[in-house]
């Protein structure tokens, strides 16, 4: 029998993709094309056989591994039973998720009521903002900067973060970043991040009564605009494409403001969720429970588009009581579902949540070897498999990039210091780097190997000595393989 490997003509799959596709993130003079042949548990497979360690764990999605085998059984036997029945149908599939997450997951809690299937992150935010205005009859959402909740038009609207717009440099350096007309609207209000009230010394400021600066500034523009015509505010646990961990008092701060207020809150758990930081969601770290979540990514370590919506019980019961007309035509789809099931079934079975907090113990170690070698280092903080670590001159202490995660669109890649990282860990196998100039973001399978993280540091080591010779900033390096 032939090898499938063989029969792909991979120059004619690179013609047909360059000549063909609009790019995700780059220009087409930019995009350098990576070729994936297979994937294998925290590996991605190019054609010539060459294993790269992924350590974005691609957009921090796969979290029991790739191409699990009980999750690959479960979706062959569901196709061998459907091809597609949509929402209005039941499918034991769809039914058994929502029981592992609303009963085995979340039924100890008692705030949660029910869920909402659908396909994918930008869709269960858009769901939650249409939701909670539906509730409480009121027009604004509260965001806050550097958020990133998806790029559909409600979605997107609540997302804030300037330069990965465009990465346009040299002769087009000019050119503004494309943003749709519209997509930055007056139902969407920007409040600070925390990092906008920090001293000299990187601690955040506070009021007499402990309260964040930033919390209390969140406050004074909700009660500026009245609650009253407020719905909810949506925040992150951890900031995602923002690659920003918040003060530990961030969380229960911003619960205590919207219940003082009479505001829904809406945690974004598309990324945090599913064992991803050492819980099943990231809001348990804090000691508080959100009116609404959004799931995404990790429901299925991204076997199969799904994602969804859980509400509280007040709202469910709201929900239950009207007509809303919102068909998505593969919402539930039973395949995914099935997927769905098999993927949190692996998670209880293997304990993958206990071994993610295991593995996060032991990358904290790693990162405090590194910090102690490394002056770049200038923070770093996490849980589970999901860690930030902050990058700094060490000649100042200063970011490398001072405008950070508002660096400007015409900012030349081969400057960005996550990217001089990214391009020098791949010499040694390993995916690491990030979306923001001087913050990396790490991530992996909830039960990556000691090896497989020690591989991840031995390269980031490599890389962060590099970067500290200054030897890229006196060259130009172009635009080498562009982030993953």
Excluded at 34 to 47: C, K, N, Q
Excluded at 402 to 427: C, M, Y
Aim: aromatic share 10%.
């Amino acid at each position: 029998m032939t090898n499938q490997k063989q029969e792909i003509n991979w120059e004619q799959v690179q013609e047909w993709d360059e000549k063909y596709l609009i790019r995700v993130s780059n220009t087409q003079d930019e995009y350098q094309p990576v070729p994936i042949e297979s994937t294998e548990g925290d590996y991605l497979i190019m054609p010539d056989g060459t294993k790269l360690l992924d350590f974005f764990n691609q957009l921090y999605c796969v979290n029991v591994g790739q191409k699990h085998p009980k999750v690959n059984a479960a979706m062959k036997e569901a196709l061998d039973r459907y091809g597609f029945v949509w929402d209005a149908y039941v499918s034991d599939y769809k039914a058994r998720a929502a029981k592992l997450i609303m009963e085995d997951i979340l039924g100890e809690e008692e705030w949660a009521g029910k869920i909402r299937f659908v396909s994918t992150g930008s869709e269960a935010v858009e769901t939650a903002l249409n939701i909670a205005r539906l509730y409480t009859g009121r027009p604004l959402i509260f965001s806050h900067e550097h958020g990133y909740h998806g790029w559909t038009n409600g979605a997107g609207a609540a997302t804030r973060l300037r330069g990965y717009r465009s990465g346009l440099v040299g002769k087009d350096a000019d050119t503004p970043p494309l943003q749709i007309p519209g997509s930055y609207n007056s139902s969407v209000v920007m409040a600070p991040s925390p990092k906008a009230f920090r001293d000299e010394n990187g601690n955040y400021l506070k009021d007499e009564n402990g309260e964040l600066l930033s919390v209390k500034y969140t406050r004074r523009m909700i009660e500026n605009y009245g609650p009253e015509s407020v719905a909810a505010v949506i925040t992150e646990v951890s900031q995602g494409a923002g690659s920003a961990m918040h003060p530990f008092e961030y969380v229960p701060q911003i619960r205590k403001m919207t219940k003082e207020l009479g505001v829904l809150w809406i945690n974004d758990e598309v990324l945090t969720g599913f064992g991803r930081t050492g819980k099943w969601f990231g809001y348990q770290h804090y000691g508080v429970q959100p009116d609404i979540i959004t799931l995404g990514k990790g429901i299925s370590s991204s076997s199969l588009p799904a994602a969804g919506v859980v509400v509280s019980k007040e709202i469910a019961e709201f929900m239950d009581k009207h007509r809303w007309e919102t068909v998505s035509t593969y919402a539930g789809h039973p395949v995914a579902m099935a997927a769905v099931c098999a993927n949190l079934e692996v998670m209880m079975e293997e304990k993958l949540v206990e071994k993610a907090r295991q593995a996060g113990e032991y990358m904290r170690r790693k990162f405090e070897a590194l910090q102690a070698k490394h002056k770049s280092i200038g923070s770093f903080d996490g849980y589970g498999v999901l860690w930030i670590v902050e990058l700094v001159d060490p000649k100042t202490n200063k970011p490398y990039v001072p405008l950070d995660r508002n660096f400007s669109h015409g900012t030349d890649l081969s400057q960005i210091p996550t990217q001089v990282i990214f391009n020098k860990a791949i010499e040694k196998g390993v995916l690491i780097g990030g979306v923001m100039p001087n913050t990396m973001r790490i991530g992996a399978t909830l039960n990556v190997s000691k090896e497989d993280i020690d591989k991840a540091m031995d390269a980031l080591d490599y890389a962060l000595t590099y970067l500290e010779s200054g030897e890229w900033q006196q060259q130009d390096q172009g635009q080498e393989v562009g982030q993953a």
